[in-house]
């Protein structure tokens, strides 16, 4: 994967050449999926601060990135195992519903399966919901080659 990167920007990019340089040639889609990273992070931070009002510092930034994190992650990464081609508003909506229905059904299924809810188990549960989506999408796109 990383050869094919080197050969994709070889002819525009060298050594001598800046990293800025370098997102110069980079995919839009990936400078895009970056920026909006950032922003997210920047927005998410902005809401734990104003929640230390009421909260303390580390339950604010616990209560809004957890949020983030159960209700948007797992959803996200199905959007692109399910729905081909649609607007990014439209994405994040179908994300948090997935997500909605993805996190609770995935613990009734491991709270039957003997696994006890707890913080750690939840978290592991999410990031196995995400990993499955992302083996799947890759699945779909070396099958699609």
């Not at 994405?91 to 039957?112: D, G």
């Amino acid at each position: 994967m990383q050869k094919l990167l080197y050969d994709e920007l070889k002819p525009h990019f060298n050594k001598s050449q800046s990293f800025k340089n370098y997102f110069a040639f980079m995919n839009f889609s990936a400078k895009k999926i970056i920026f909006s990273g950032f922003v997210i992070v920047v927005i998410l931070t902005f809401f734990s601060f104003l929640a230390t009002i009421w909260l303390n510092m580390t339950q604010a930034f616990t209560m809004v990135f957890g949020t983030f994190f159960v209700l948007f992650v797992p959803g996200y990464f199905w959007t692109f195992v399910i729905f081909h081609g649609i607007k990014p508003l439209e994405r994040i909506t179908t994300s948090i519903a997935l997500s909605i229905t993805f996190v609770p059904l995935t613990m009734f299924a491991a709270n039957k399966l003997g696994f006890r809810p707890s913080p750690l188990s939840i978290i592991i549960e999410i990031i196995i919901i995400a990993l499955i989506a992302i083996l799947v999408l890759f699945i779909k796109k070396s099958v699609k080659q």
